[in-house]
């Protein structure tokens, strides 16, 4: 069975610093994975996703992952977080097997200092 | 660029009354799907179709639950004999095929008194 695991429910960083949200996954056939981001009382946006070919993905508003399945993690990533950036960000996973619904991480909240 | 509707934004309902919660996908997308998110909790699958019947469903998609694509262009998900329990947000998500991903809605909020 699918599972992924987000670390951390709240990530603070400071307006300018990297961004760094991890997720770790679970699949015993190759996955699919996505993170969305979710912007208080709005729907659930794609970021990004990967599915085959290069493990390093870019993805809207300068987030990127990287797909390592060594480590079964496909951490985000941002080199200067911006105040727009402040959301709810969720990794989620889904494979052929499954007929490919969405199993979600419990997602973080990105919290930006000024 | 096109995107998924979802109608009510909000619907408030008495515990045991009936909701049809409705959803338009985009328009060349094939799958259908619909998870819920109850307040504080993870997103949850609820059910997809695909080729106009139920490709899989989770335990939560019980008897009480129902979808149907009534035309070409809606796709509603019926929750009979509301619970308590049922309120959460509601997410409809469409995609092109399968192995694509999915694009949602902004979500119906269900509230049961």
């Known amino acids: 069975a699918q599972s992924v695991t987000q670390l951390g429910s709240h990530v603070s960083v400071s307006e300018g610093a990297l961004v760094l949200l991890r997720c770790n996954y679970s699949?015993?056939?190759?996955?699919?994975l996505f993170w969305y981001v979710q912007y208080p009382n709005q729907g659930l946006q794609l970021l990004l996703k990967?599915?085959?070919?290069a493990t390093l993905v870019k993805g809207i508003n300068g987030f990127e992952a990287e797909f390592k399945k060594s480590e079964t993690s496909f951490h985000l990533t941002k080199p200067s977080a911006h105040m727009s950036d402040a959301a709810e960000y969720f990794c989620?996973?889904?494979?052929?097997?499954?007929?490919?619904?969405?199993?979600w991480g419990a997602g973080t909240k990105l919290i930006i200092k000024p | 660029e096109p995107e998924v509707t979802q109608t009510p934004s909000h619907q408030v309902t008495q515990m045991g009354q009936e909701v049809i919660l409705r959803c338009v996908p985009i328009?060349?997308?094939?799958?259908f799907y619909w998870y819920r998110q109850i307040l504080g909790q993870k997103v949850e699958f609820l059910v997809s179709?695909?080729?106009?019947?139920?490709?899989?469903k989770s335990e939560i998609f019980d008897d009480q639950f129902s979808v149907e694509r009534p035309d070409g262009s809606n796709f509603t998900l019926k929750i009979r004999s509301t619970k308590l329990e049922d309120s959460a947000m509601y997410f409809c998500?469409?995609?092109?095929?399968?192995?694509?991903?999915?694009?949602f809605g902004d979500g119906t909020r269900l509230s049961i008194l």
């Open positions: 998500a469409s995609s092109a095929r399968g192995s694509q991903p999915q694009h």
């Open positions: 328009s060349n997308h094939l799958y």
């Open positions: 179709f695909y080729n106009n019947e139920i490709s899989e």
């Open positions: 699949s015993s056939v190759p996955p699919y």
């Open positions: 990967y599915t085959t070919g």
């Open positions: 989620a996973v889904s494979d052929r097997d499954s007929n490919y619904q969405l199993i």
